[in-house]
């Protein structure tokens, strides 16, 4: 009886301590060290919320940075995120890859001998990734100012304006968020 009750004891702390008094020190001092990020980094123009900077949003429009293909169907459905888990080897895979290149070629107006960056191609593991690489966003650069009727150099600024840094300076590699890059975009056709 007694290891019944002592067990019953430890059992209620360990709730108590693990599933009440830690997650509300973690999500308080979380909201007062990183407020923002622990609200899932939204972005708002006025009351209307645009999107978040930490998830990838679906761009076709000519005008727009496109950002990573996303596995999943409803594109960059956040309630649904999951890689392909396709093998490299699987041909579904190679085909869908072939046809992302054939797009990505097409909408860019880009010759057979241009090499094109990988995550414009190949879906991420969480299939929710807000960024692409630099290179990639050069290369949608021609296409977008060409939409907009901007210089390609305004389009180049504001890919450099917007270009995060590697992880304390030597972790990944440098990458634009596609939603600030977009958003900066309108701000130009509003200034204009």
């Known amino acids: 009886m007694l290891q019944l009750k002592r067990s019953i004891l430890v059992f209620m702390g360990l709730s108590i301590i693990c599933g009440l008094i830690y997650p509300l020190g973690i999500t308080a001092v979380s909201q007062a060290v990183f407020p ?52 490299p080897s699987n041909a579904k895979l190679l085909d869908q890859v072939k046809g992302r290149i054939e797009l990505v070629r097409q909408e860019n107006g880009l010759p057979l001998n241009r090499p094109i960056p990988a995550d414009l191609v190949l879906t991420s593991a969480s299939g929710l990734d807000p960024h692409i690489s630099v290179d990639a966003a050069t290369l949608q650069a021609p296409r977008i100012a060409g939409q907009r009727k901007i210089s390609r150099s305004a389009v180049q600024e504001i890919v450099y304006q917007n270009t995060e840094k590697p992880f304390l300076g030597i972790w990944g590699s440098e990458r634009v968020n596609v939603l600030q890059l977009n958003i900066a975009l309108e701000q130009i056709n509003v200034q204009q």
């Open 36 to 87: 923002r990020q622990s609200n899932a980094s939204i972005v708002k123009n006025g009351d209307i919320v645009i999107g978040s900077q930490l998830i990838g949003q679906h761009y076709t429009r000519p005008e727009y940075f496109h950002g990573r293909p996303s596995a999943i169907d409803p594109p960059y459905d956040a309630s649904n995120s999951t890689g392909s888990n396709l093998a």
